[in-house]
């Protein structure tokens, strides 16, 4: 096994290594901001890096996976900015899969250009894990489709001009098969906004409400009814195939390294055995990261299946970036929830800014139980579970008829970890007693 980079790659490594250098001064970092993006992003435009994984004639790079997998690092390790990812990696690659002649010069140029954002509109209040369950329905009107429902945790949506959208075009097919996928202008009438200020007092994600939405035609991207297969299935497996995560951890334990070796007298941190123990277990657990993510760039490289692998690298790192938090902010110590602006901030605040935006790690892009789903399923060949949760899967009535058989697997646990509130789960619980044979007891 050899893991090093060969000369030429290494080559490129120093050139991106030293424009980042050049970008991320201590100036520009500490003035930050929209602005500062904009700008970082329109260099990034000039170079030619921001599609760097499309094929070149869609105006990406065509880069072989190794070079992506160098720039992807190295952007990571600067804390560069990512460029529009929704557009980049799950609208761009679907609609180069799937999209028309029309679609693709419509869409993909503005895209490397970076002139078009876009969101991805396919979670709903009651569709998130179990995505298929979605209830947003496009029905046929002539030459439009009317679209209706409702979308959140709509990444971005009240910044971007385009958004990727499941809805149903078939409700009396089996629930899988009769999704469509649409591209839609955000400006179009009947979409309405609304935003979800998250932890962190950000606001990135949002509730996006369609009423009576008319999309012409031309914006169904793939085959009527067969996203799923299509363009839904591609721009999950992009969204959980990112690497370079693990050169972000390595940065932050380099920080956190200096932070201690820093600390000098009678407060002296690099003698203290606890943190050396936990700084070496995150060194270690980070470098197992980037094997496998390695191994996913790998898989690439020789056009083998990844399977089950972007769910374990998924899993893997959004754990470890949750761990790997929780032990600079015992590094920290009482500077650990210090936020930028307080006059004693350590780390530029970066600690207890992250301490709350990777709670969503471990969710966003699928959650930790549903990537270890499938590593059960397709890794280990364990069977699929039985359907988890006819609540959620039936609707009610289907509910109460299979309770009045004395059959509600899950009925108490599962809408609460839904989010409906305790009453609706005792409302369920006791419409199941009075509901099964023999009545309450
Ligand atoms: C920061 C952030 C950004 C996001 N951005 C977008 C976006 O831009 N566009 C978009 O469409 N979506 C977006 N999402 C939504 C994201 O994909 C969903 O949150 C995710 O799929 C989980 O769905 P849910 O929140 O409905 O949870 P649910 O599916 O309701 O799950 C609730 C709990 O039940 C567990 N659970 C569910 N099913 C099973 C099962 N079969 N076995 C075991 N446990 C199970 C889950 O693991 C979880 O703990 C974003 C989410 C976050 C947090």
Known sequence: MDFRFTEEEEKFREEVRSFLKEQFTARAERDGGMAFYMSFNRKLVEKGWTAVHWPKEYGGQGWPIMRQVIFNEEMAYHRAPRTDFMGMNIAGPAIIAYGTPEQKEFHLPPIVRQETFWCQGFTEPGAGSDLASLQTRAAEDGDDFIINGQKT?????????WCILLARTDPHATKHRGISCFLVDMKTPGITVRPLIDMV????????????????????LGDKNMAWYQAAGRSLESERSAIGNSASERRLVEDLV???KDVKGSDGLSAN???????????????????????????????????YMPSMV??????????????????????????RGSKWVQLRGRLARNYLVTVA????????EIQRLIVATKGLGLPREPALDPLITLGWEDNLSLAKRGTLPHLVLRPYIKGHDMVSVFDALFRHLSLAPGGIP
């Open 153 to 161: 945790y709509t990444t971005m949506a009240h910044f971007a001009q």
């Open 201 to 220: 007092g950000m606001h990135t994600l949002n509730e996006v409400f369609l009423d009576d939405v008319k999309v012409p035609k031309t914006a169904l």
């Open 258 to 260: 200096h932070y201690i």
């Open 273 to 307: 055995h606890m943190l050396r123990q936990r700084m070496a277990e995150m060194a270690i657990e980070i470098e197992i990261g980037r094997m496998l993510s390695y191994r996913v760039a790998w898989l690439q490289s020789k056009g083998l299946p990844l399977d």
């Open 314 to 339: 998924k899993l893997y790192h959004s754990e470890l970036s949750q761990r790997l938090v929780n032990a600079g902010i015992q590094v920290l110590g009482l500077y650990g929830p210090l936020e």
């Open 361 to 368: 790690n471990t969710f966003g892009g699928g959650t930790s």
